[in-house]
């Protein structure tokens, strides 16, 4: 298992970005217990994300697994990267960003992210996602990047606005979150948009 797992990990390539406070590095199985101990089994964290609570490192370790498979099931021509955000400065791994190619002929790509609760309200996410916009436009050539989030959580929502994403539409009660309807808030952003706007700054 943990060798098919090395192996879907290479979709990352050797993919580093930096900016003014964060490293942006390949996500390694050996982040899985920090990955547990700061996000996986907070509640806060987890709250509007798509994956229940982990109670173990182990359910951490599979929950990788699963994110992974998911990956490695993308056709083969199609570009992702899972990324660790680390915090320059303390050296510490603060959270996770991705992104996968969903359609090739249209170049189109969705945005995930998350961060550990410590590192709220400081602008992190934030910049995390402009850098990836950047490489996303600038390296990989792709022509429209897009993410979504529970309705709920106003918090990501800021995040996407920030980056330049623009909102385009929520979709209600479209998804069942712990039981519960939830409407989702889905944003975007076009390489055209990207380029009039002057980024990446």
């Known amino acids: 298992m943990r060798r098919k797992a090395e192996d879907r990990m290479e979709g990352n ?8 406070r964060l490293i942006l590095r390949r996500f390694e199985l050996s982040d899985a217990d920090v990955m547990h101990r700061i996000l996986t089994s907070d509640p806060e964290v987890v709250r509007f994300m798509s994956y229940n609570i982990c109670k173990s490192i182990e359910d951490t370790q599979k929950h990788i697994e699963q994110w992974l498979e998911y990956f490695g099931k993308l056709p083969s021509n199609s570009s992702w990267c899972l990324l660790a955000i ?7 791994l603060i959270g996770t960003i ?3 190619e969903n359609d090739r002929e249209a170049r189109t790509a969705e945005i995930g992210y998350q961060l550990g609760r ?18 996303c436009f600038e390296t990989v050539g792709l022509n429209r990047l897009w993410a979504d989030h529970n309705s709920l959580n106003i918090a990501s929502g800021k995040v996407l606005l920030k980056a330049g994403m623009l909102h385009e539409g929520t979709a209600r009660q479209c998804y069942v979150r712990k039981g519960r309807l939830v409407d989702k808030v889905s944003y975007a952003i076009l390489k055209e948009d990207w380029l009039a706007r002057g980024l990446p700054k």
Do not use: P
Not at 13 to 20: A, D, H, N, V, W
Not at 120 to 131: K, P, Q, S
């Open 98 to 100: 991705d992104f996968h």
């Open 86 to 92: 680390m915090h320059k400065s303390s050296g510490n």
């Open 13 to 20: 390539s050797k993919i580093r970005l930096e900016t003014e």
């Open 118 to 135: 410590a590192w709220w309200g400081n602008g992190y996410a934030t910049e995390a996602v402009c850098a990836l916009i950047d490489y």
